[in-house]
């Protein structure tokens, strides 16, 4: 039997988190690369993956509505799917270790339910155009997730200068923890999520390691 088809896993729908897609943006930590941004269905928290070009630009397609002349991978995935009477339900992003997520693809034929594992990238561009729901752990949108809030625009008197906005850099363990708090506000206000998710990962090894201490 293909090892890629695994039975359904007993997952807690109460004990997971709904989410959905944002936008795509270019990294800011990683060139060539781009970080697809995942938001809480009812929450301020935005999770950013990495992603390449090839399934960048498979999301965006889909997120502004374009049909391309002929169909692409995931368009071809989904077709055959369908044309065989197995209907995806839902994606489940499981697992986060090291910067890496990991995620599953829940189908239904119709007498049983199978998961296939999936690259993240893969499992959001299907579950776009099946159009279908994305959910994920607390624990991984506590760990991966930044806070979000909404605030009023500043007044141009209250605007810094340009060049009084230094780029974020990449290790942030000689900083404390008082100016990673200023940074994560900063990357937040800018919409850099990618670079306020690292930040908020040193906070909470940092808290982490005090509560164990």
Same mark, same amino acid.
């Given at each position: 039997?293909?090892?890629?088809?695994?039975?359904?896993?007993?997952?807690?729908?109460? $004990?997971?988190?709904?989410?959905?897609?944002?936008?795509? &943006?270019?990294? /800011?930590i990683?060139?060539?690369?781009?970080?697809l941004?995942l938001?809480?269905?009812?929450?301020?928290?935005?999770?950013?993956?990495?992603?390449?070009?090839? *399934?960048?630009?498979?999301?965006?397609?889909?997120?502004?509505?374009?049909?391309?002349?002929?169909?692409?991978?995931? +368009?071809?995935?989904? #077709?055959?799917?369908?044309? @065989?009477?197995?209907?995806?339900?839902?994606? @489940?992003i499981?697992?986060?270790?090291?910067?890496i997520?990991? #995620?599953?693809?829940? @189908?239904d +034929?119709?007498?049983?339910e199978?998961? %296939?594992?999936?690259?993240?990238?893969?499992? %959001?561009?299907?579950?776009?155009?099946?159009?279908?729901?994305?959910? &994920?752990?607390? *624990?991984?949108?506590?760990?991966?997730?930044?806070?979000?809030?909404?605030?009023?625009?500043?007044?141009? *008197?209250e605007?810094?200068?340009? *060049?009084?906005?230094?780029?974020?850099?990449? &290790? =942030?363990?000689? =900083?404390? #923890?008082?100016?990673?708090?200023?940074?994560?506000?900063?990357?937040?206000?800018?919409?850099?999520?990618? &670079?306020?998710a690292?930040?908020? /990962?040193?906070?909470?090894?940092? $808290?982490s390691?005090?509560?164990?201490?």
């Amino acid at each position: 039997m293909d090892n890629a088809w695994r039975h359904q896993k007993p997952d807690s729908v109460e $004990n997971r988190v709904k989410l959905r897609v944002m936008g795509i &943006t270019y990294s /800011q930590i990683q060139k060539g690369a781009y970080a697809l941004i995942l938001a809480e269905e009812e929450g301020m928290r935005r999770i950013p993956i990495i992603i390449g070009t090839p *399934e960048a630009q498979a999301i965006a397609i889909r997120l502004e509505h374009l049909i391309p002349s002929r169909p692409m991978t995931h +368009d071809l995935f989904v #077709s055959f799917a369908h044309a @065989f009477g197995i209907r995806l339900r839902e994606v @489940f992003i499981y697992k986060f270790d090291d910067g890496i997520f990991c #995620s599953e693809l829940l @189908f239904d +034929d119709g007498r049983r339910e199978i998961r %296939i594992d999936s690259r993240t990238s893969d499992a %959001i561009a299907i579950a776009l155009r099946a159009r279908v729901p994305i959910y &994920t752990t607390p *624990e991984i949108v506590a760990e991966a997730g930044i806070i979000v809030e909404e605030r009023e625009p500043a007044r141009p *008197e209250e605007s810094r200068p340009a *060049e009084e906005k230094p780029a974020a850099p990449r &290790t =942030f363990r000689d =900083f404390s #923890s008082e100016e990673l708090q200023k940074r994560l506000e900063k990357a937040i206000g800018d919409e850099a999520y990618e &670079t306020a998710a690292e930040i908020q /990962q040193e906070l909470n090894r940092r $808290n982490s390691g005090s509560h164990t201490a």
